[in-house]
C-alpha cells in the first residue's frame, strides 16, 4: 500500500430518543462517565488524529513503490448529489479591466453552498452530539455560538500522511456493488482483510469499499436514498483496531437506513 491524502472521518456518537412505550434500541450511547475524558486526554480537541506523528510519516513512505498519486474526492460542482436543499452554484465574476498600461483584468469565483456538507468532506468533531455532548464531553451549550465553535475546530485536524488500507467488502462479495441497505459485518470485514492478505495497524487510514461510488453523480436519487455500510458492531470492531479515521464510497460510511428503526445515523 502507499500513503494517500484521505479526506473522511466517522464519529462514533449519536442519538435517537424514542417513546416510552417502544422496543428497546439495539444500542444505545455510552454515559459521558465512560466515554470521557477521551484517551487522548482532557481537553484532548484532534481524536486519532493524535496518531500523525513523524514516524508516521516516515513508515508511511516506505511502502511508497511507484509514485502514483490516487485522487479520492470527487470535483465539487452542481451536479453532486445533494440532500434537502443544500446546493453548490459557482459563479464566476469578470471584474475590471485595470487602466494601467499593462491592461491587466482580474477575474473572481462567488460560491453559494455548504461547503462542509456537500460532496467529498471530512467530518469534523463538531458535526455530531449527543444531546448537548459532543467529543471528548465539550457542550454545544458552551462551545457554540453564531459564528461558530470555539472548540473542536477543523482547523485541529491537520495533514495526514499514513498508511491506507482499503477494505474491499464488495471484492469479497463478488459483486461489482453491494446491495442499496447491506450492512457489513465484523465477519465481513475479517473476510475481506484475510483475502487481500492484510492486518490492520494502529494509525491506518481505512476505506471501505462498497462499489456505491459507481452512482455518484449519475443516479443521485439512488445514491442518497440509502447506502450499504458498517453497522455498530463492525464500527466497534474497526475503533479497536485504533485508525486515524475511516471512510468510505457513500456518503454516511454506515449502513443507511439502520436496521433497527430506533437507532438514527449511530456509526456517525
Known sequence: ?????????????LLGVMPAAAQAPSWSPPPDSVRCPSKWGAGDERGSGNHMK???????????KTGEATELAHPLSGAMPFFGTRRFDVHVKRTFMNTASNERGSNEELVVSEIGQVGTQLDGFAHQTHRDSLYNCFKVSEIGTRTGFTKLGIDKVGTFITRGVLIDVAGLKGVEMLDDTYEIT??????????QNL????????????????????????????????????????IAKDPILLGSDTFPVEVTPNPDPALSAPVH
Not at 484521505?6 to 464519529?11: D, G, L, N
Open 199 to 238: 492486518t490492520l495497524q494502529p494509525g491506518d487510514a481505512i476505506i471501505i469499499h462498497t462499489g456505491r461510488g459507481k452512482l455518484y453523480g449519475k443516479d443521485n436519487a439512488r445514491y442518497t436514498k440509502s447506502a450499504p455500510g458498517i453497522g455498530v458492531k463492525a464500527a466497534e470492531w474497526l
Open 186 to 195: 465484523v465477519a465481513d470485514l475479517e473476510g475481506a482483510l484475510k483475502k
Open 54 to 64: 513523524p514516524q508516521t510519516v516516515l513508515n508511511a513512505i516506505k511502502l511508497i
Open 1 to 13: 500500500m502507499k500513503p494517500i491524502a484521505f479526506t473522511f472521518a466517522v464519529s462514533v456518537l
